[in-house]
């Protein structure tokens, strides 16, 4: 089963406003009137699961609809928001359910390949210079992600940190949390940055920032780290769907949205 009954429950709910329907052309010969929509929106998470092609979805997928009218509506909810609301309706209801655990978060990177080129693409480093994309999220203890930016594969981790302090799904409770990063975020700014937003940070020395070898962390301080390993979890649970795991959508705005959809069902199956 591709998709998840809290997930399908809230795409239902978000329909019901107008700005998220698509008319019905009646005039174009050959195109049969959409009346089951949910069929259409099973099938958009089987092709992010997948990673099967728009123009496999009728062979392969479970709906009667052309690849053509999934595509559309595909774009049409892109544009809208859809996909990115039901991600913020699916933190809702898991923060009412298991409480997000905010004392503890983490900022993290992942590179995914882009054969194909498109929008916010980069050379990356690790891989011989081939086309990439970068995806920089911000999860909580329990790998939950809160947040995500899309920037190129040579885009600097340590650049984003201000991007993702702004761009939280849900609204931040206002008290002393921590925040674990890896040494490529070793910068006086990102620490300056990190306080301003009331953040207790734990950020392991670099050792190509000095020439003198850097003290190790403390116990006290490796005890606070030891919480950033789930978002390692995090990522390796998002390149289960192979639509992400290799970038073939062109458009940034679509490829967000595909994120949008693996992390709602990441956090719905957690329920």
């Known amino acids: 089963m591709y998709f998840n009954p809290i997930q399908l429950a809230i795409f239902k709910n978000l329909l019901r406003q107008k700005q998220y329907r698509l008319k019905n052309n009646s005039s174009l010969r050959g195109r049969p009137v959409v009346k089951d929509i949910t069929s259409i929106f099973k099938s958009i998470i089987y092709k992010v699961k997948s990673?099967?092609?728009?123009?496999?979805?009728?062979r392969y997928g479970d709906t009667k609809y052309s690849p053509s009218t999934v595509y559309k509506y595909f774009k049409h909810w892109c544009n809208n928001g859809l996909f990115e609301d039901i991600y913020k309706h699916v933190l809702k209801?898991?923060?009412?359910?298991?409480?997000?655990?905010?004392?503890?978060?983490?900022?993290?990177?992942?590179?995914?390949?882009?054969?194909?080129?498109?929008?916010?693409?980069?050379k990356n480093s690790t891989d011989r210079g081939r086309m990439g994309t970068k995806v920089h999220t911000l999860a909580d203890k329990n790998g939950i992600p809160l947040g995500f930016i899309v920037t190129e594969a040579n885009y600097h981790d340590s650049n984003s940190v201000a991007q993702l302090l702004n761009c939280y799904k849900l609204k931040r409770p206002k008290y002393v949390q921590h925040m674990n990063l890896d040494t490529a975020y070793d910068a006086e700014r990102i620490r300056t940055r990190l306080h301003?937003?009331?953040?207790?940070?734990?950020?392991?020395?670099?050792?190509?920032?000095?020439?003198v070898s850097p003290q190790p962390m403390s116990a006290e301080e490796k005890f606070h780290y030891r919480n950033r390993i789930t978002i390692e979890h995090q990522f390796g649970h998002l390149k289960q769907y192979r639509s992400i795991i290799i970038r073939y959508a062109r458009l940034k705005l679509h490829f967000e949205n595909l994120i949008n959809i693996a992390y709602s069902r990441l956090i719905s199956n957690k329920l």
Do not use: C, L
Request: glycine share 8%; hydrophobic share 30%.
């Open 196 to 211: 301003e937003h009331q953040f207790q940070h734990h950020i392991p020395k670099n050792k190509r920032n000095s020439r």
């Open 93 to 122: 209801v898991y923060s009412r359910m298991k409480r997000i655990r905010w004392k503890y978060q983490s900022i993290d990177s992942t590179i995914i390949k882009a054969f194909r080129g498109g929008q916010v693409i980069g």
């Open 51 to 58: 990673g099967t092609k728009w123009e496999d979805i009728q």
